[in-house]
C-alpha cells in the first residue's frame, strides 16, 4: 500500500470517499516597465529586478475550501517577448502649448510615445543650436 501525499485530512466519517487531485495549468502574463537610457540598459535591468518573486508564489494564491485543499503550486518560466520601446520622457510644449523653457520651468514633463527612440536629449538640442548661433554670431564680427 503506497501513502499518498495530501493535505486533504481524513477522518472515520470519509471512509469509502475518494481522493481526487485536478491539475490546472494558468498562463500568467506579466508586464513591467522601466526607465532605462537604451534597450540593453533596459533588458539588463528586466533580467536583474524584474519578473516574478517566486517566494511568493505559494498556495495563498489559490482558492481552497468546502473540502478541497491545495497541494502544489508553482510558476515555471516559459516565454516573454523582446524589450519593446514605449516612449520617450520629455518636457512637454504640446499640453499647455508652451516653449520649452516655460515647460522645464513648470518641471512639466511626459511620456511622448511619437518620440523617435534614438532622438537626442530635448536640451542637448537647445545647446546645439546656442553653439551654433554663437558661433555664427562670433565669424560675423571678423
Known amino acids: 500500500m503506497a501513502k499518498v501525499e495530501t493535505d486533504v485530512y481524513t477522518f472515520k466519517d470519509d471512509v469509502g470517499k475518494n481522493l481526487y487531485r485536478k491539475t490546472t495549468y494558468y498562463t500568467l502574463k506579466v508586464e513591467q516597465d522601466v526607465l532605462a537610457k537604451d534597450k ?10 524584474g519578473g516574478i518573486n517566486h517566494s511568493k508564489i505559494g498556495k495563498d494564491i ?22 519593446k520601446y514605449i516612449g520617450k520622457v520629455k518636457y512637454d510644449t ?8 516655460e515647460a522645464m520651468e513648470a518641471e512639466d514633463i511626459h511620456i511622448d510615445t511619437w518620440a523617435d ?12 543650436v546656442e ?10 564680427d571678423i
Do not use: R, W
Open 40 to 49: 540593453d540598459e533596459a533588458d539588463q535591468k528586466f533580467l536583474d529586478h
Open 62 to 83: 489559490t482558492d481552497a475550501n468546502e473540502g478541497v485543499e491545495t497541494y502544489m503550486v508553482d510558476a515555471n518560466y516559459t516565454d516573454c517577448e523582446t524589450s
Open 94 to 101: 504640446d499640453t499647455y502649448n508652451q516653449t520649452l523653457e
Open 117 to 128: 527612440e534614438n532622438e537626442p536629449h530635448q536640451l542637448t538640442k537647445i545647446k546645439l
Open 131 to 140: 553653439q551654433q548661433t554663437a558661433n555664427n554670431n562670433h565669424s560675423q
